[in-house]
């Protein structure tokens, strides 16, 4: 009989140990809309709830975590302390900083930098070709894997700029290729994305007295035209990203100096202004009304270019500063396409814009918030937010005390293609408290600290599946796979579980636990907790064996490493050409299509438990890509009938990140999670092991009490209520109340 091989921690499935506490625990996740509790029924019910009632005591801030970002001292040619320069990972561990300002001495730089990610060495780049001058505030972005298109910015005579140069990262050359149409007006402060060879940019800042631009426009990378300009959201220092043919943009400032932290989109499929390259040479002069009606006032001539301290006028041969003809257009036409927007009123998961240093990056159609410290927040405060682009729903990812080390300021995030590494580069803030020398601790990217994103859960940007509401409109055999698993794989998947006399081609049979059981107890405590050498003996494949899963034999060696290990070595299975696997049913043929597919999407695994059982199997067969397919999907779904399912599983699978969410969920929706089936059938060490996931200074807090400390009818519901205890601090408000909030309000415009 197969015997899965022995987890890297050891022989033993276990869950047991001491595991986070209510306070340490994040409290990211939302509950469905299906279990939402109003204020006044949660009032009437007079229900009582588990809280924390003062700070942990006598317990190490990062206790049970697993995983914490290292700080790393970077060494060489450090920058000084660089603002508004671009920060661009490039690829074989590289990390390029171009031009910025200094901080103290306002001196603008063209200096190119390169940081090696394996020696953490800074070195300066000596370049050649057409040089550009020295500028700030402009955007860097990879191309091809070894070009960076800077386009824009400012000069140290804060004259904007408007030119496209291109800097070869193998031969350390700038060139400025020609381009032809409409030129766009000189900017910085904007945000730049590439899409199909098309170089979008969105926004930014112009003019003498810093006029915020609300346009978007494109330049053709095969023909270099440029396209007109289109009206969509005023905006600088903002975040952009192309996601299911949509142009989202996120986070930055407004025309008045306000922190934004609503969400626009333009749709940009079936538009054919997006889909083809633009005229050559066109040039639009109409005049447009405004949102309010009112056409915008022509853009102020811009002074010519100067030639500053370091010798180089900024590409004065460019077109970098706008004719008179671009300059005085006035506002351009509405971009075509649906402008949507989205405004987060409140939520628990919602990170406040206007509070601390944020970064704003985006992987596998997920925005990610990093809200890092600064003078007027503490690592306490810090935390890890995504919204999800197909859904528009925030989570909380990690906590500051999980990811920030006290006494750091951060100052860029740049991420890899892949989008599942991301690295923030910053300083000490205590200058007693460094090997840097007086006045070292000022220089802004003198540390480094690269943050896995996969242990978050998140796919990386090669693994993204379809969006859902795409998916939902093809058939299961049409869907997105991994180009590892199109042909061969996905051709047979049509046959999978087919007998062969149907004229299949299936040579091999594949068993399971009886109807995928796991609603009985002594099925769910045996075959998740015991060891291997147990799992062989326990259960023998008769009365509770389920009917035969009919498979082709060259998938499973080819795309499951345990199984090509025992048919090799001649075992068992390789005579009977039979396997029994003591897991669910479900779970199982969920399991042998996913060898198929590299698929777990819902219309293929429906049942968040199979996903769960998944879990397990890829721990115990150790096959990180379906293990991560899991988390991603587990934690994106975790709702209150499965939350103690995925809880056990997680601890099982030793996914310590997904079991401190799961158990978190469980501690807030409790009175609703213990009547579900899942907790119900829980093994009872189990049961035993997540009563002691509450903190030790937990309480049981009800009746009138409950409504002076705000958790019903409090402020949290928005009705006014008493002032919280003192001993109750702001922070632990968070993980009180009832589902409500959980849902984000939303107002649509």
């Known amino acids: 009989m197969a015997q899965p091989p022995s987890t890297p921690s050891g022989a033993t499935h276990s869950i047991f140990g001491s595991g986070p506490s209510l306070s340490q625990v994040s409290s990211g996740l939302q509950a469905s809309s299906s279990t939402t509790l109003t204020p006044g029924s949660a009032a009437s019910s007079n229900n009582t709830f588990l809280m924390p009632n003062s700070p942990v005591k006598g317990r190490h801030a990062n206790e049970g975590y697993s995983y914490r970002p290292k700080v790393t001292r970077t060494l060489g040619q450090r920058p000084a302390c660089l603002v508004n320069a671009s920060v661009t990972y490039c690829g074989n561990n590289q990390i390029y900083a171009f031009g910025g300002f200094d901080q103290y001495t306002d001196e ?72 032809s149409g409409p030129v766009p007006k000189g900017r ?9 060879d098309k170089l979008f940019i969105v926004g930014g800042i112009t003019g003498h007295n810093n006029y915020v631009l609300d346009d978007i426009c494109y330049l053709d990378l095969k023909t270099f035209t440029w396209s007109r300009a289109w009206r969509f959201v005023g905006r600088f220092d903002h975040s952009a990203y192309l996601w299911g043919d949509k142009v989202w943009v996120f986070g930055g400032l407004s025309e008045d100096m306000d922190k934004i932290g609503d969400i626009w989109w333009l749709d940009l499929k079936g538009s054919p202004a997006f889909d083809s390259p633009p005229p050559f040479g066109s040039l639009d002069r109409q005049t447009s009304s ?31 500063v706008n004719p008179p003809s671009f300059q005085l257009t006035t506002s351009p036409p509405v971009a075509p396409g649906a402008i949507s927007s989205l405004k987060f009123l409140s939520g628990p998961n919602v990170p406040a814009q206007g509070s601390g240093m944020h970064f704003h990056v985006y992987t596998s159609g997920t925005l990610l918030d990093f809200v890092t410290p600064a003078a007027t927040i503490t690592p306490q405060e810090c935390c890890l937010s995504s919204l999800e682009l197909d859904t528009l729903r925030w989570q909380k990812l990690a906590e500051g005390r999980e990811i920030f080390k006290p006494g750091y300021r951060w100052h860029y995030c740049t991420m890899n293609e892949e ?68 042909g061969l794989g996905q051709d047979l998947a049509k046959l999978f579980n087919q007998p062969p ?32 050498e147990q799992q062989e003996t326990w259960l023998s494949p008769d009365a509770t064996t389920s009917p035969p899963i009919h498979v082709h034999k060259l998938i499973l060696q080819a795309r499951w490493p345990h199984f090509a290990r025992l048919y090799n070595a001649q075992m068992a299975e390789f005579h009977t050409k039979k396997m029994h696997i003591s897991s669910p049913y479900t779970v199982v043929k969920a399991f042998l299509y996913y060898l198929y597919t590299d698929s777990i999407n819902p219309r293929d695994c429906g049942d968040l438990n199979d996903v769960a059982g998944l879990l397990v199997l890829s721990d115990m067969y150790n096959i990180p890509h379906l293990r991560l397919l899991c988390v991603n999907r587990l934690s994106k779904e975790l709702d209150v009938d499965h939350a103690c399912i995925i809880w ?50 937990g309480r049981v807090v009800g009746g ?46």
């Open 108 to 179: 603008v730089y063209n200096h190119v930098l390169r940081l090696d990610m394996v020696s953490h060495q800074w070195s300066l780049v000596d370049n050649y070709g057409d040089i550009p001058g020295v500028r700030m505030g402009h955007t860097a972005t990879l191309y091809q894997g070894d070009k960076l298109l800077i386009f824009g910015g400012e000069n140290e005579h804060r004259t904007y700029l408007s030119d496209l140069i291109i800097f070869d990262l193998k031969t350390a050359h700038w060139t400025q290729p020609t381009v």
């Open 501 to 532: 006399e149907t004229g299949s081609g299936t040579d091999f049979t594949v068993t399971a636990l009886k109807d995928g059981d796991w609603d009985d107890d002594e099925i769910m405590s045996s075959s998740m907790m015991r060891t291997d």
């Open 419 to 486: 989008g599942t590494k991301a690295w923030l580069l910053g300083c000490p803030t205590d200058p007693t408290a460094t090997d840097l020398g007086p006045g070292g601790f000022e220089e802004y990217l003198s540390d480094i600290m690269e943050i896995d994103l996969r242990r978050y859960g998140l796919l990386g940007n090669s693994l993204t599946p379809e969006s859902r509401t795409e998916m939902s409109r093809l058939p299961s055999t049409d869907r997105s796979v991994r180009p590892t698993s199109k």
């Open 290 to 320: 405004g949102r309010g009606g009112s056409p915008r006032a022509p853009y102020a001539m811009a002074p010519p270019p100067a030639v500053g301290s370091s010798g180089y006028a900024a590409n004065s041969s460019s077109a970098q």
């Open 704 to 749: 009138e009490e409950l409504e002076y400390v705000g958790g019903l009818g409090g402020a949290r519901f928005g009705f006014g209520g008493a002032t919280r205890k003192a001993s109750i601090s702001s922070n632990q408000t968070q993980h009180l109340g009832s589902e409500t909030d959980e849902n984000e309000e939303m107002e649509m415009s």
């Open 648 to 697: 056990h599983c997680a601890g099982i699978a030793n996914e310590e990140w997904l079991r401190r969410c799961a158990a978190n969920f469980c501690l807030l929706h409790w009175g609703r999670v213990v009547r579900t089936q899942g907790f119900l059938r829980l093994p009872r060490t189990a049961l035993v092991e997540l009563s002691q996931e509450i903190d030790m200074e």
């Open 188 to 196: 910085a402060r904007h945000a730049a994305v590439l899409h199909d």
